[in-house]
């Protein structure tokens, strides 16, 4: 049995009738960018997430930019964000000219330990970047709390967690505005890339929607320098059919992740994913800790099943923010995740048997 990381293919064609429909009408509508499509994504989106607005946007980096921007966060102000997390998160922050301020992660949840803000906040700090990462909010509450105490604005980074829960409440309606990624690989994917903001907030909704189309409310009026940053009609008409299944797929995920959760639970050289009450996690990714990480990683590849690591290197130690001067060893918990985690297979499209596979195989492999 061979069980790729990550499976695209079967997903379209579970959908291929209805996703060649929208196909054909929109080529046929001949109207391709910001037209009836996005429109409708849009408020069945905005409905999807419990939010008044949703703005389609090119990518999830740019949803980001775009609400930094909109809240006039730039050049002196800074804003914290997870240290570990995919590096959009930061890059977002950084095109607006402001700087990331990394917090740690809880090392039970992998999300931002909100007991570890409050140090980081100083005068300039204008906005705390939470991450939904792998799946599972984060702790919004006491963030949101902090937030409020210091008058600094919520943004959640929703890229990995479409349709999770928080106390029951959809992941992108927890702060004062959200960032989605539609990439291919997220849970629920566009067929190239694609994005989108949710947001209670009439104004920053309305600021956004003029900052995507080089911000301009009229044809050639431009009252700001904006930016072309839409989602396009094929896209969203694209979105539209997979928001209907993105429940049942979600469900279908946290099927994996139960059988995984049971299979694995007495295996002692595995650290497995945690879910506090809470939670209600929709499993972008299956992301467990093994000390001997790359032994583990290796085995599970002879035994032909794909899997990968997020994120092998951590963003404070990456070339590109060399600028800020962080050295190994100054976020040590999140230094240590990055060595240890491993993603298993996971989708909408894998069968019970082959997650059965994967944990016979875990269990069998001898770790030193
Ligand atoms: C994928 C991802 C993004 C960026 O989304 P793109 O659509 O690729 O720009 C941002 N943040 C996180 C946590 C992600 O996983």
């Not at 590096?87 to 000219?97: D, K, P």
Request: net charge negative; glycine share 8%; with cysteine.
């Amino acid at each position: 049995m061979i069980i790729p990381f990550l499976d695209l293919k079967s997903p379209y064609l579970e959908l291929q009738a209805e996703l060649d429909d929208a196909y054909r009408r929109v080529m046929e509508s001949g109207w391709y960018i910001l037209g009836k499509e996005v429109e409708a994504f849009e408020a069945e989106f905005a409905e999807y997430c419990q939010v008044k607005h949703c703005i389609g946007v090119g990518n999830g980096l740019e949803a980001l930019h775009l609400i930094l921007r909109a809240m006039d966060i730039g050049p002196g102000d800074e804003v914290i964000v997870p240290s570990n997390t995919y590096i959009a998160t930061w890059l977002a922050v950084s095109y607006t000219g402001a700087t990331p301020v990394p917090v740690e992660p809880d090392v039970i949840t992998y999300n931002l330990n909100p007991v570890l803000i409050e140090v980081a906040i100083t005068k300039n700090t204008k906005a705390i970047l939470p991450v939904h990462l792998y799946g599972q909010t984060a702790d919004m509450d006491p963030i949101n709390a902090i937030a409020a105490r210091y008058g600094l604005k919520v943004v959640e980074d929703v890229a990995q967690s479409h349709g999770a829960r928080y106390k029951g409440r959809r992941a992108g309606s927890l702060g004062d505005a959200a960032g989605f990624s539609f990439y291919p690989g997220k849970n629920m994917g566009a067929f190239g890339d694609g994005g989108a903001i949710t947001t209670n907030d009439d104004q920053l909704a309305k600021k956004i929607r003029v900052l995507r189309n080089y911000g301009s409310q009229i044809k050639y009026h431009n009252e700001i320098k904006g930016y072309n940053s839409r989602l396009d009609e094929l896209q969203a008409a694209f979105l539209r059919v997979k928001l209907t299944k993105l429940d049942e797929w979600n469900e279908r995920r946290k099927q994996i992740a139960a059988s995984y959760l049971d299979g694995l639970k007495s295996n002692e050289h595995l650290v497995l994913p945690h879910v506090p009450e809470w939670a209600d996690p929709v499993w972008h990714l299956f992301v467990l800790r093994c000390k001997n990480r790359d032994v583990l990683q290796r085995q599970l590849n002879e035994a032909g099943i794909g899997t990968m690591i997020h994120y092998p290197i951590p963003p404070h130690l990456q070339p590109a923010y060399s600028e800020l001067g962080f050295s190994e060893g100054t976020f040590p918990i999140s230094e240590n995740i990055h060595v240890e985690v491993l993603s298993l297979p996971m989708g909408p499209s894998m069968s019970k048997a082959q997650a059965e596979f994967v944990i016979k195989t875990m269990n069998r492999i001898l770790i030193p």
